[in-house]
T-cell receptor, first 114, second 109 residues
Framework: DSGVTQTPKHLITATGQRVTLRCSPR?????VYWYQQSLDQGLQFLIQ???????AKGNILERFSAQQFPDLHSELNLSSLELGDSALYFC?????????????FGAGSRLTVL | GQSLEQPSEVTAVEGAIVQINCTYQ??????LSWYQQHDGGAPTFLSY????GLEETGRFSSFLSRSDSYGYLLLQELQMKDSASYFC??????????FGDGTTLTVKP
């Protein structure tokens, strides 16, 4: 157990629907990152938050949004889902956002869009 | 932006040494990290280089040359459990970590 908790582990939904993925960072970590990993692909950076504020944005679609709450948990909202959104979504956390920044990943949420 | 290149696949035999290379392009970064991911699992941190040179952590070592925009991960005394995907990642000044596409290592008996 890495200490980063992601729910749900698996999610099957239909095109056009909306889902919310949840992440609780490791205790003491203030920074949360979201990554998307499609089948046999690398980890695509989506967005990063630090202590509730957005710090960096990657190739995140306009249909996707995220936020980090005062208790530091984060949610990734995916709307108007398309078949191509099927992927493993990882959340990672770290103590800070600069310097020697080790990311601790959760087990991921596997999204299947039918 | 940043980009990283790694070989897509590497195969080696148990007990051998293997080197996974990573070349990158970036305008500034804190350091280069390496992560291991077993099939379908969470990536886990292996090693980090902020400065040029070799960092050793048990059977794993990582090297960075900023002047050559190049790094590598060296795995010694390969074991079957080392079969996994290995990602290099640039930690940029903005705080985000950009990952390469990963190298699938297959260890054969």
């Amino acid at each position: 157990d890495s200490g980063v908790t992601q729910t749900p582990k698996h999610l099957i939904t239909a095109t056009g629907q909306r889902v919310t993925l949840r992440c609780s960072p490791r205790s003491g970590d203030l920074s949360v990152y979201w990554y998307q990993q499609s089948l046999d692909q690398g980890l695509q950076f989506l967005i990063q938050y630090y202590n509730g504020e957005e710090r960096a944005k990657g190739n995140i679609l306009e249909r996707f949004s995220a936020q980090q709450f005062p208790d530091l948990h984060s949610e990734l909202n995916l709307s108007s889902l398309e078949l191509g959104d099927s992927a493993l979504y990882f959340c990672a956390s770290s103590v800070t956002f600069s310097g020697a920044n080790v990311l601790t990943f959760g087990a991921g949420s596997r999204l299947t869009v039918l | 932006g940043q980009s990283l290149e790694q070989p897509s696949e590497v195969t080696a035999v148990e007990g051998a040494i293997v080197q996974i290379n990573c070349t990158y392009q970036t305008s500034g970064f804190y350091g280069l990290s390496w992560y291991q991911q077993h099939d379908g699992g969470a990536p886990t941190f292996l090693s980090y280089n902020a400065l040029d040179g070799l960092e050793e952590t048990g059977r794993f070592s990582s090297f960075l040359s900023r002047s050559d925009s190049y790094g590598y991960l060296l795995l010694q005394e390969l074991q079957m459990k080392d079969s996994a995907s290995y990602f290099c990642a640039l930690q940029t000044n903005a705080g985000k970590s950009t990952f390469g596409d990963g190298t699938t290592l297959t260890v054969k008996p």
